[in-house]
């Protein structure tokens, strides 16, 4: 019996070693094939999310398709907010006659005054049904690129392939990036994330910062104090 349990106990350290290391190799590694395109998977927030999301899309290229919105399921004004952003967008550019993008909708992390130990399995929900979603999409890259930022990490970019996830803040983007993080642990695919905090954070992160600082593969903020205290983010001044 005591055999049977170290066994285990052994089986198990070296399934959490080779956990580690896989996600340490996943975290690290950023160099892939380059491609024409890239598929961006934008996650944007309620109210001021959104509107700062969409100025830092204002002046990507249209390598950047097609452009996956994700949104809470409650938040029509974000919704109506990207319907109107792209729009204009084809509009000051004829060559664009169907823009390609999709708004797909999951639900939200926590609610305004929702306790944090609802907040746990309502996270956790989000969650589960981010992974099919991030699964179906497989994006480049997982939220914000701008001219400002692009001339930050251009040179790391040019080797990037065409999956990302860009963000700024909203709760919604944690279980989205956990997903997209995910991807690249089962070998699926490496999606780069990139997390922009927000122009308002000029000492203290936010809690989706904390949480995403050391998950993201590049770490935006808009303050110099927040570099200081940060030393591994990036920073090139206000973006948005």
């Known amino acids: 019996m005591v055999s049977v349990l170290i066994l285990a106990a052994a089986g198990a350290a070296v399934a959490v070693l080779l956990l580690a290391l896989r996600l340490w190799v996943v975290l690290h590694s950023r160099v892939l094939e380059p491609r024409q395109s890239l598929s961006l998977l934008v996650v944007a927030g309620s109210g001021g999310h959104t509107t700062e999301i969409l100025r830092l899309l204002e002046h990507l290229s249209n390598a950047y398709s097609p452009r996956h919105y994700i949104i809470a399921d409650t938040d029509e004004m974000s919704a109506h907010k990207i319907n109107s952003f792209e729009q204009n967008r084809a509009d000051r550019d004829p060559s664009t006659m169907f823009p390609e993008y999709f708004i797909h909708r999951i639900p939200r992390s926590r609610e305004v005054q929702q306790s944090w130990l609802s907040t746990v399995l309502t996270t956790l929900y989000s969650m589960w049904l981010s992974f099919p979603l991030t699964h179906r999409v497989k994006p480049d890259l997982e939220e914000v690129m701008q001219q400002h930022l692009e001339s930050g990490v251009e040179e790391q970019e040019e080797a990037s ?60 903020v808009q303050w110099p104090a927040l570099k200081e205290k940060y030393p591994k983010s990036v920073y090139l001044g206000r973006i948005v």
């Open 161 to 220: 392939p065409g999956k990302q996830v860009l963000c700024n803040g909203p709760g919604t983007c944690v279980p989205v990036c956990v997903s997209a993080l995910l991807l690249g642990i089962l070998g699926i695919k490496k999606v780069i994330i990139v997390y922009v905090e927000s122009i308002c954070r000029v000492e203290h992160l936010s809690l989706s910062g904390k949480i995403l600082f050391h998950l993201s593969d590049y770490f935006i």
